[in-house]
């Protein structure tokens, strides 16, 4: 705090001084020197005046608080109505004395134009020669940074290593594959040229790091920068996504390591946040299975939108302290409250929703190992079915306006427990839709796998990968969709904002990757060649998996929503019996019989395949 003080007060004076200097230069310019003593004792009385108007006006538009080091068009433009500020009070003060004292009606002008000269001079003059300092430093012990891409967020970066010396980083230039930028200066380095001249630009620049500053382009153009980067030797790290670049978070923190998420081909997520404000900003929000992957970024992702209250809710409470943990500490959001419980128990989900009427649900908690639901088919249904059950009905009884029950692409012709359980699911909130008051929306969001969730095949990969192999595929021509986690989140709380009661919306995975491909690209990411350093065997499929995902049945096909990524299934309608149907599964499961479960999955799902299976216990 004192050291601001003391840069304020430094900075203030400065201003003053330049202030009184510029004052007398109007003079001095406007009647040459010396001044005429018909106008000293005018120029004596004008300095005396100017200069306290100025010192107001330095503090009306808080100048001294500007950051000399980071000055930039805004502050310039601030700089100019605070001279315009001051011009018209000196005119107006110049002309109400003009009686009294001889000061030609131009002073005040000259004065204000030679007062932005010298304030933007004095500004701009402590920039560079703290840049120059920067690059005299990085010359002598900093990393020289090459940046792929001269486009903003490629500027932005290089604009934060200059202003934070102490990050050890030193940009040298740029390559971009726009060819009116080459042979051209950003932020006072040059553009080399196309990307392809990556190794020889690293060679002849001496570079020590490689930074990729391109966030809106395609997972392929990544992979094929990394190929070129992995010839050069160089480590090579990236920035954030494009919505941190567009609103202009990005800083030196941000860079990190190239993930496998930097490799899928996807577009960024455009969202409508006035719609999810709309029914997020000040009602209480219930997120089931809060600990988990998804259920913990939906917390993440509704924060922005300021809700009254969260309730995060979940079995595992170690999984539901470290979100809470992060919520508070980092995020610093304090208006939350924990519950440790099952959504299998019906009185504990009641008295809940009794304490804290919550008006927007995300269901996310479910089992979703398939070769695991296939051993324990009962937890799948008492679960994934009747825990959603529960919450469907009692959140029509506490008139929830909007329910999201997540679901997945394996309730699609299923072939498994878990996919045929998370179909049964979608069934009884698309009836509870049925039964909801006008103006509310239940609805599920089928999608895919998501990177990096907790059990999924990234963390697995990475294990392997760290135990030296080998990586374990189960089949080569295995292909799954897969979406990162804050994308998947995104998504779930468009869906919810769209009203449409009773639908199943369907995310656009973009193209199904194929499992080996992604182990490649692990191994590859984590410095090691595959089938060279690291070894990848395939395990065969196993019970309840598919070779490859589908988004739809055949019956249902989709329409086009107002979203891009978000499509609408077509309703197929419910069994007549759903309630007998309902009840017929949960004896069976709660018997864990699970032939019986089998079979009556099959009574509730058209061309179940798992159903017909004589796999069961």
Known sequence: MKICRNSFLIKFAIDLALAAAASWGAFALRLDLPIPKLYQRSEVFYILLSVPIKAAVIFGFNLFRQSWRNIGVRDLTRLGKAVAAFTLLSSTAAFLLSPYYRIPRSIPLIDGMLLLIAWGTARLLVRLFLEGNVRRKGREQNKRVLVIGAGDAGTMIVREMLRHPESGLTPVGYLDDDPGKWNTTFVGYPVFGPVKRLAAVARGQSVDEILIAIPSVMGDTIRSILETVRKTGVPARIIPGIWEVLSGKVSISQIRDVEVEDLLNRDPVRLDLDEIAGYITGRVVLVTGAGGSIGSEIVRQILPFEPRRIILLGRGENSLFQIEQELRSIHHFRTLTTVVADVRNRERLRRVFETHSPRVIFHAAAHKHVPLMEENPEEAILNNVFGTQNLAELALEHAVEVFVNISTDKAVNPTSVMGASKRVAEMIVRSAAENALPGRAFVSVRFGNVLGSRGSVIPTFKEQIRRGGPVTVTHPEMTRYFMTIPEAAQLVLQAGGMKRNGSVFVLDMGQPVKIIDLASDLIRLSGFEPGTDID??????????????????????????????????????????????????????????????????????????????????
């Open 536 to 617: 990848i065997v395939f395990s065969g499929i196993r019970p309840g998996e598919k070779l490859f995902e589908e988004l739809l049945t055949a019956e249902e096909g989709t329409e086009a929503s107002r979203f891009k990524k978000i499509f609408v299934a077509r309703n197929n309608g419910l069994p007549a019996e759903l309630p007998e149907l309902l009840e017929e599964l949960r004896q069976a499961a709660e018997q864990e019989n699970g032939r019986a479960i089998r079979e009556k999955l099959g009574k509730l799902i058209p061309h179940c395949q798992v159903c017909s299976e004589e796999n069961g216990k």
